[in-house]
């Protein structure tokens, strides 16, 4: 069946850096688009940027447009989330899924699977 285990989040002080990780199983990871989610506490799930199967094109919501960067290793069935100069108001608990539609292009509002992991809580707080 589909899953996704995402690892990598913890404490980190305002400005700071953290690098999560979500491996993908199930389905076939090189076949489709990536994203990370994340839910924070009282608010609605957003999606905070996607890439396409092949890495050739990515999305990012405008909060952490600049700051946040994705990757993927299709060797590994793993995606990256590069996430730099936090703020406190990027606390959350992050998620990954795939896109279930393949896409020539990155886009926020992809089709995820109904399975979703565990999730990473990345608290940010001095």
């Known amino acids: 069946q589909v899953q996704f285990v995402e690892s990598g989040g913890g404490l980190v002080q305002p400005g700071g850096s953290v690098k999560l990780s979500c491996i993908g199983s199930?389905?076939?990871?090189?076949?489709?688009?990536m994203s990370w989610y994340r839910r924070a506490p009282g608010k609605d799930r957003e999606t905070v940027s996607s890439?396409?199967?092949?890495?050739?094109?990515?999305a990012y919501a405008d909060s952490v447009k600049g700051r946040f960067t994705i990757s993927r290793d299709n060797g590994k069935n793993t995606v990256y989330l590069q996430m730099d100069n936090l703020r406190p108001t990027d606390t959350a608990v992050y998620y990954c899924?795939?896109?279930?539609?393949?896409?020539?292009?990155?886009?926020?509002?992809?089709?995820?699977?109904?399975?979703w992991g565990q999730g990473t809580q990345v608290t940010v707080s001095s």
């Open positions: 890439i396409t199967m092949h890495g050739d094109s990515t």
């Open positions: 199930g389905f076939m990871f090189d076949l489709h688009g």
């Open positions: 899924n795939a896109d279930r539609a393949q896409r020539a292009e990155a886009i926020l509002d992809g089709i995820p699977f109904s399975s």
